[in-house]
């Protein structure tokens, strides 16, 4: 699958634990969005990057999220001592840039906090 | 910044009947509208887009159309099948040259095609 992959998946943590996702958008996008999506609601911009600088963050992006994308390739998104209302599908999306406007999501990380 | 509405929430629509989705923008910067597909347990994907200096663009079932005077927009879908059931985002954005874009989505549209 040559397509955005994210993992996990899943993940299921404590309430007050750390959590990171990964994203690996498709090769040569160098623009690379997170969106979170919870149950009934479309998806939610929260950050994006251009290769590796962060242009704009959402005000959903609490000082408890941080992302990261250091070498303009794969991100990471870390949610530092999450809560209940962390809980939600995290998706990834890339799009090429240079004029070209499609972006293509990733399945998701679904991140049920307990 | 832009808030995009979405109706309605639920539709359903007999196999081989004409469903329509619309949605309102706020920000009249906006210039670019992606309609997404989402099946249960997938990722969403792009099905159609419009950038607003068209009013209407089409592909084969799937139709949308722009009035940027009123900012509202629409997803047409004809000839109702199946596996059009899914849920149906419309999303807004303003683009830039050189540099990303964040889009605004609606809050979903689900689609049920019954026999």
């Known amino acids: 699958d040559t397509g955005v992959s994210q993992n996990p998946r899943h993940k299921i943590t404590k309430r007050g634990q750390n959590v990171t996702f990964r994203c690996d958008p498709i090769?040569?996008?160098?623009?690379l969005y997170w969106y979170r999506q919870t149950l009934g609601q479309g998806p939610e911009f929260l950050t994006y990057?251009?290769?590796?600088?962060?242009?704009?963050k959402s005000r959903l992006l609490s000082d408890r999220f941080s992302a990261e994308r250091p070498k303009g390739s794969f991100s990471t998104l870390e949610i530092q001592r999450t809560e209940q209302g962390d809980s939600a599908m995290y998706l990834c999306?890339?799009?090429?840039?240079?004029?070209?406007?499609?972006?293509?999501f990733g399945q998701g990380t679904r991140l049920t906090v307990v | 910044g832009e808030n995009v509405e979405q109706h309605p929430s639920t539709l359903s629509v007999q196999e081989g009947d004409s469903a329509v989705i619309k949605c309102t923008y706020s920000d009249s910067a906006s210039n670019y509208f992606p309609w997404y597909k989402q099946e249960l347990g997938k990722r969403p994907q792009l099905i159609i887009d419009i950038r607003s200096n068209v009013g209407e663009k089409k592909d084969q079932r799937i139709a949308v159309t722009l009035n940027k005077t009123a900012k509202h927009f629409s997803l047409h879908i004809t000839e109702t099948q199946p596996e059009d059931s899914a849920v149906y985002f419309c999303a807004a954005s303003r683009l830039r040259t050189g540099t990303a874009s964040k889009l605004t989505f609606g809050t979903g549209t689900r689609l049920q095609v019954t026999l």
């Open positions: 990057f251009q290769n590796e600088a962060q242009l704009e």
């Open positions: 999306a890339s799009s090429l840039g240079q004029g070209t406007t499609e972006a293509f």
């Open positions: 090769s040569e996008h160098n623009r």
